[in-house]
């Protein structure tokens, strides 16, 4: 399970603090309403399911009772345990790019904490409760600097056709730092992936996570659908995008986020 909350914590999304100090995302890949669902498994065992979901425009634009009028998307994050109870929670409200609050709760046999985030200006400012514990500080950012719970995303909109290979700072509550990764595609890969309208056989983008700093462990590889006009999955009527290099299988040593269906609205 320790695994599970380390890659969920990284997983779904990464937006930029402030668009003058942080990379800037060529364009947006998701319709107003998507809902991703994903098999989780260790060791090819079906241990839990992990539901994201990214809406445009969202009704509720309140994190912990705070309302955030300028919020212009949030991102919902759920995972269940199978068999053991262990639950995880994840709330994101964000302005264009911008992140503004996140919450996060995380209950398993060896983790159990809460964490709220809010973002001012360059300083990621934090409150964590942990053990019977709480700690608030704040760590200063330092260009290009991401918020952890929404890296995929942020990964989704760069251009993967052309490949990528960058550096990004990414603030840690639970050690107080900032942590700087690599994210660098890899060769493609082909994937069985669910479409709404059927199965598809696609040769997926994939992508590198790497820490730089020691340790550094083993990469996490992130597998995006294509771009091209045969794939990309339609929004309604009046949707600003339609949706695509959607994340559908994720690597994590023996831990494996794989796609089971794919809704968007």
């Known amino acids: 399970m320790k695994k599970i909350i380390l890659l969920v914590v990284l997983l779904i999304a990464v937006f930029t603090f402030t668009a003058c100090s942080s990379p800037t995302p060529p364009g947006t890949s998701w319709a107003d309403k998507e809902i991703l669902v994903y098999d989780v498994k260790i060791d090819g065992v079906i241990v ?9 425009e969202p009704a509720d634009k309140t994190i912990g009772g705070t309302p955030y009028a300028s919020a212009t998307s949030r991102l919902t994050v759920t995972f269940t345990g199978t068999n053991n109870g262990d639950t995880i929670e994840i709330q994101s409200l964000l302005a264009d790019f911008a992140p503004l609050a996140t919450y996060k709760k995380v209950v398993s046999a060896d983790k159990n904490y809460e964490l709220t985030a809010v973002y001012n200006s360059k300083y990621y400012n934090y409150t964590l409760k942990q053990n019977g514990a709480e700690t608030s500080d704040r760590i200063k950012a330092k260009a290009p600097y991401i918020d952890n719970d929404l890296l995929y995303t942020y990964l989704r909109c760069q251009s993967l056709a052309s490949g990528i290979n960058t ?12 942590q700087s990764l690599t994210a660098a595609s890899q060769a493609s890969e082909t994937l069985t992936v669910p479409y709404p309208d ?6 997926c983008y994939k992508v590198a996570i790497t820490r730089n700093e020691t340790p550094v462990g083993s990469s996490i590889f992130v597998y995006y659908t294509p771009d091209s006009a045969e794939y990309v999955i339609p929004g309604s009527i009046g949707s600003i995008n339609d949706s695509v290099k959607i994340p559908v299988k994720i690597v994590e040593n023996d831990v494996t986020y794989l796609i089971k269906s794919i809704t968007v609205i």
């Open 167 to 178: 550096v990004l700072n990414i603030p840690d509550a639970h050690s107080g730092t900032l």
């Open 48 to 56: 839990g399911e992990l539901t994201s979901t990214l809406e445009r």
């Open 198 to 203: 059927g199965n598809k056989t696609v040769a």
